[in-house]
């Protein structure tokens, strides 16, 4: 059961213009949610994170941006380059007892292309 | 800082043989994860080690093992090779405790079943 869901499985940007990836999640416990970025033949690679007591966090060009009611996150580029071609995967964790502190639920992923 | 290192890069067995994966974690971590990525998927958790003890599984078989050693490098193990463990195994670190949300991969190592 596919608790963290990539429903785009692809998205072509010009050069410039903000990409927008989204990220659904269906686990009412998961209170930590991160982005990574992944090229071929490398592993992830950790992008940005917000927690859930927060709506907004911003690193540089990226933002991301959680609606807790909605159990939704989207990842925000502006501007988009085309170094940022890749893909991406949505990961979320939860805290509570019972849980693997750190064990990391991943969608399918989104690949993004950024045109010149 | 040394990142996280994985060997090795590809590797391809016969179904039924068994192999083992390693994975030096990055430097001042102490906890270790291992994800299966198949084709088009997203990579799923394996198991996770804190401390050279398993720290939670995911829906993996007891063939799937894996030992984490003093200086905090890992090993996973499989053994009975299917034709559907063909996959990426990654493994990743992380520091422990609330810092252990922000894991560190390595490359990966590329298996084939045949």
């Known amino acids: 059961d596919q608790q963290v869901k990539q429903n785009s499985p692809s998205l072509s940007v010009q050069e410039g213009r903000i990409s927008i990836l989204n990220c659904d999640y269906t686990?009412?416990?998961?209170?930590?949610f991160l982005w990574y970025k992944k090229y071929p033949a490398e592993g992830p690679t950790f992008l940005i994170s917000?927690?859930?007591?927060?709506d907004k966090n911003e690193d540089g060009r990226f933002t991301v941006f959680l609606n807790k009611s909605a159990k939704h996150l989207s990842l925000h580029i502006v501007p988009s380059q085309p170094g940022d071609s890749a893909v991406y995967f949505c990961a979320a964790s939860e805290s509570g007892r019972g849980s693997t502190l750190g064990r990391l639920y991943f969608g399918r992923g989104t690949q993004l292309t950024v045109w010149p | 800082e040394t990142g996280v290192t994985q060997s090795p890069t590809h590797l391809i067995k016969t179904r039924g043989q068994q192999v083992t994966l390693r994975c030096s974690s990055q430097s001042g971590h102490n906890t270790v994860s291992w994800y299966q990525q198949a084709l088009g998927q997203g990579p799923q958790f394996i198991f996770q080690?804190?401390?050279?003890?398993?720290?939670g599984r995911g829906n993996f078989p007891p063939r799937f093992s894996g030992l984490q050693f003093p200086n905090y490098s890992s090993e996973l193990n499989v053994n009975a090779l299917e034709l559907d463990d063909s996959a990426l195994y990654l493994c990743?670190?992380?520091?422990?405790?609330?810092?252990?949300?922000?894991?560190?991969f390595g490359p990966g190592t590329r298996l084939t079943v045949t």
């Open positions: 080690y804190y401390r050279e003890e398993e720290n």
């Open positions: 686990n009412s416990m998961f209170d930590y």
């Open positions: 990743a670190s992380s520091g422990g405790g609330v810092s252990s949300y922000e894991q560190y």
């Open positions: 917000i927690s859930s007591i927060k």
